[in-house]
Every structure is written in C-alpha cells, then in structure tokens.
C-alpha cells in the first residue's frame, strides 16, 4: 500500500528533477544531483520487501536514476477489459515476470493514441484482435490498493470487443484466458485488482454511467 514516506520519496525526486532540468549553474546541478541521489536511496528502500509484488517492484538505485530528465510527470498504464463472447468471463494474461495474472496492457507508448495502445497489448499479450470501445476508468494508482512503487502512475482501462482469435500466450506472457468474476486466478496486484476487475465489469455492463475519474 502506499505509504508517507513513499510519497515523500517521490516529491523529493521531482524536486531534484525539476531542478536539473533549469539550473543554470554547476553548484546548483551539484546540490539537485545530492537531491537525487537520496531520493533514489528512499524510492529503493520503500518499494523494496518480501512479498512477491513487492519483490517484483523492487528497483536497484541505477534502475532509479536512469533517464530521469525533464519535467518529471505521471506514467501512464493503459489495460484493456475484453470480455468473452458470452460476455460471462474477462481475458487476462499471465505474466512472466511474477507468474500471476492481469488484464493485458502496459506502459502507454509515445505516438498511439490510448486506445491504440490498448489495442496492440491485447494482440501482443493475448494473440487476439480486439476493437477498441469506450473508457471505463482513469485511476490513480497510488489510491487504489497497489503495492508500492517508485512511480507516480496513471492507470487507463479501456473497454474492448473481441474481434477474432484464440487467446493464447505472447512475449511477455506465459498463458492467456477468460476467467469468469467468482473465479480469477492470483492476480499480479501491481497491475489490476479485484476490485478494479469487478468496478469495470459493472461500468461496462451500463454505458449510461460516467468513466470512474481518480
């Protein structure tokens, strides 16, 4: 779950970034540096443990540091929701790098749209096509029931119509199916909840309700 101190972590780094981005000065670039260095010292420690999802969020200081330039903003996650034919189950993927299980997405990509992006992760996780509907939901992550994580991220789930195709496993991915609501497999809780699968699921079932914001 978030924490204080993880919150702390990551205004601390967007200080530093920020401030390497307008330093004009080297003594000013120095003291930003020291900043930076210890916010990656924080992020590393809060998003470090023994469970399996913190295991898998656990970064070493190089993987912190690394391209941080610019004016640090949000990442953006976008996941779809596709439902079986009979509309009784939702696909989801399973993942490599944990072994539990998601709705297939990623990391939004620069130059697609969200619901492109939605759409080619389906392909590439699920082996399916899929056409892209509406947006259910924009969460926040960090006020959702995910394990920590050194970034402040944007979660996009996108409702998408099955088109053609047998789900089966991708690159990333060790198995793709359709899992009915009372019967989900562990899911890979840095990326969906049960909640969320749930909440989504409902907001699909009626398209007169808004998209859930925040």
């Not at 003291?31 to 210890?38: I, K, T």
């Not at 989900?184 to 998209?211: K, N």
Request: net charge negative; hydrophobic share 40%.
């Amino acid at each position: 779950m978030e924490t204080r101190a993880l919150a702390w972590a990551r205004r601390v780094q967007a200080i530093s970034q920020i401030g390497l981005t307008y330093a004009d000065n080297p003594y000013d670039r120095e003291r930003y540096e020291s900043l930076r260095d210890l916010a990656a010292e924080m992020l590393a420690a809060e998003t470090s443990g023994d469970s399996a999802d913190e295991a898998a969020a656990r970064v070493r200081l190089d993987d912190v540091l690394a391209g941080l330039s610019g004016y640090p903003t949000p990442k953006v996650d976008v996941r779809a929701l596709v439902r079986s034919p009979g509309r009784d189950a939702v696909l989801l993927v399973q993942e490599r790098v944990d072994g539990r299980w998601s709705l297939p997405g990623g990391w939004a990509d620069i130059g697609s749209s969200p619901t492109e992006n939605a759409v080619r992760e389906v392909a590439e996780e699920a082996g399916v096509t899929v056409a892209a509907g509406r947006l259910l939901a924009l969460y926040d992550r960090s006020r959702h029931g995910h394990p920590p994580s050194p970034n402040y991220v944007y979660k996009l789930f996108v409702a998408c119509e099955l088109v053609a195709g047998e789900p089966g496993p991708g690159p990333e991915t060790l198995a793709a199916g359709f899992f009915g609501p009372g019967r989900l497999p562990p899911l890979s809780s840095g990326r969906v909840t049960a909640v969320q699968i749930a909440r989504l699921l409902y907001l699909d079932d009626h398209p007169e309700l808004p998209p859930d914001l925040d």
